[in-house]
């Protein structure tokens, strides 16, 4: 940088610094241009944050956009034309269709209903993918070639006059010791920039009509996509409607089990070495055999007596004489019981009467096996 470069830059700096801290005024631009710049600054935010908007609109998820700037970057270091595109969601929900429904087979109603919304998904995806490149040409590359030139090269002028301003403004304040011809070229070059910046800001302003079309630009896209949607979907609702009434106009199979074959479990492993265990014989339960009910508790009280609760079922084995029944493999002995009057307990025993505590009823003495 040369001396008058490096002389310039200390006006400038003095001046700022004289402003913000000492309070001093500097030169008053004109409102017009102040509100001009008030405007170019709020469209100058809009159009930043309508394309950050944009593109999220067009893919929401934000791993995915992730992927897409780090693959956009590495295309254009090794010099691809062609960017790739967005993983649309609705072309993965369309591939995970159609793999389960190819799983589930043609006899499946489910598995053929899900073929059809998986192709219905994946022609939905083309159909986003179109939309992707028109907003992208129509819309998001204009507005960002508004942010990358125009509205950058206005920043450019007015950072520009501003420095030219911070220069004069130090010249003025020093005059008399600053020489005229100098000063008179600092106040020509702070007017220059003031113009400059003042015609591209009006430039800017007076051709919103392209940003208008550039928007009407996106709204059709949007039309015509959701006009192939909406047509897809109807395909696809006729279609499922179809095979729900197709469905419910076939008799229904009934179910028939197969009949069970015999399951043999073989011969059982010996745990003790191979030998076989001797199994204790089974006690044929008695048949057609008279029995009685308990009406009360009793505890043996002589040698030979059966002992019983209230609600046994005793059965009568055999009879001996008028008194005893013997049965060589049950408890055996002398018990009091109530004949019952169903024909399974009627016998030939003889009874009679029995006398104490007990309710008065036909009581014989007779021996069996609880």
């Keep these: 940088m040369s001396v ?34 008030k405007k170019v600054d709020v469209t100058s935010k809009a159009v930043t944050e309508v394309l950050a908007r944009t593109i999220e609109y067009l893919q929401p998820n934000p791993a995915s956009r992730a992927k897409l700037t780090m693959l956009n970057t590495v295309s254009k270091i090794r010099g691809q034309v062609k960017n790739p595109g967005y993983p649309q969601s609705e072309g993965l929900l369309g591939e995970c269709m159609i793999r389960h429904g190819k799983e589930l087979g043609g ?11 998986g192709e219905s998904m994946k022609r939905l995806a083309e159909v986003k993918d ?16 508004l942010c ?33 011809e100098e000063l008179r070229q600092a106040l020509e070059k702070f007017e220059e920039s003031k113009e400059v910046a003042e015609t591209s800001m009006h430039n800017l302003l007076e051709t919103d009509i392209e940003q208008v ?25 006729d279609k499922l409607k179809r095979r729900m009434r197709d469905a419910s106009s076939r008799p229904k ?17 010996q745990s003790n070495g191979g030998f076989p265990c001797a199994t ?24 030979g007596e059966l ?40 016998t030939a025993l003889t009874c009679a009467p029995q006398t104490g505590p007990q309710e008065s009823s036909s009581l014989c003495s007779a021996e069996g096996q609880i």
Aim: charged fraction near 30%; proline fraction near 8%.
């Design 148 to 180: 990358d030139k125009d509205l950058k090269e206005i920043q450019h002028h007015l950072k520009k006059l501003e420095g030219r301003r911070l220069d004069f403004d130090y010249k003025k304040k020093r005059q008399g010791r600053i020489p005229d």
């Design 107 to 117: 006899e499946s109603n489910f598995g053929d209903a899900l073929l059809d919304a």
């Design 253 to 269: 199979r009934e179910y028939k089990p197969k009949p069970r074959e015999p399951f043999d479990l073989g011969e059982p492993e």
């Design 213 to 237: 079309s550039q928007l009407c630009a996106l709204v059709d896209a949007q039309l015509d996509y959701h006009r192939q949607a909406v047509q897809i979907l109807d395909e696809l609702a």
């Design 4 to 37: 008058a470069g490096l002389k310039k830059q200390f006006y400038k700096a003095s001046q700022l610094v004289s402003e913000k801290v000492g309070g001093a005024e500097g030169t008053k631009l004109d409102e017009d241009f102040k509100e001009m710049e």
């Design 307 to 346: 002992g019983f609760h209230e609600g046994d079922v005793i059965t009568l084995t055999n009879q001996i004489d008028e008194n005893w029944v013997p049965h060589p493999r049950q408890a055996h002995g002398t018990f009091l019981w109530h004949e019952l009057p169903p024909p399974a307990v009627h």
């Design 130 to 145: 179109s939309l992707d490149i028109e907003v992208k040409q129509n819309f998001i590359d204009p507005l960002q070639n």
């Design 280 to 303: 204790a014989p089974k006690i044929p339960a008695p048949l057609d055999q008279p029995s009685c009910k308990a009406l009360y508790d009793f505890e043996p009280e002589n040698a």
